[in-house]
């Protein structure tokens, strides 16, 4: 186990994302680790991880070539609700709605103008 948790260590220190995944989702981030409960802790909560890349482990010092300091809110996670993404999805939609209707008026042929209408009726239901 111990040389799961260096290798999900070593990639928590060089992959931005999946450091990210270890604080939002770490069932899933870790998901390929055989880690003891520990060392998913470890790896999921940003003051134990502190602790570890300042301690090291067993005694043996992490090489590391930047310290990082973790502390109070982490607002680099994704708080994005799903009101949020509605709110997205539906101005995605409206954009695609809109382009729709220009091509529709920007049509030459019968059949571009036929194609941009069922595009434009699946968009709107």
């Known amino acids: 186990m111990l ?13 931005y994302g999946f450091y990210i995944q270890c604080q939002s989702d770490p069932s899933v981030a870790l998901v390929d680790y055989d880690l003891t409960t520990d060392e998913r802790t470890t790896l999921s909560d940003p003051q134990k991880l502190a602790a570890l890349l300042e301690r090291g482990i067993g005694g043996e010092p992490l090489r590391i070539s930047i310290k990082v300091t973790i502390s109070g809110k ?32 920007q049509a030459r042929t019968g059949d571009e103008r036929h194609q941009a209408v069922l595009r434009l009726m699946e968009q709107i239901g």
């Open 3 to 15: 040389e799961d948790f260096k290798r999900a260590l070593a990639r928590v220190q060089t992959d």
């Open 74 to 105: 982490h607002d680099w996670v994704n708080r994005a609700t799903a009101e949020d993404a509605s709110i997205q999805d539906d101005a995605d939609r409206n954009a695609t709605v809109i382009a729709e209707i220009k091509a529709i008026k």
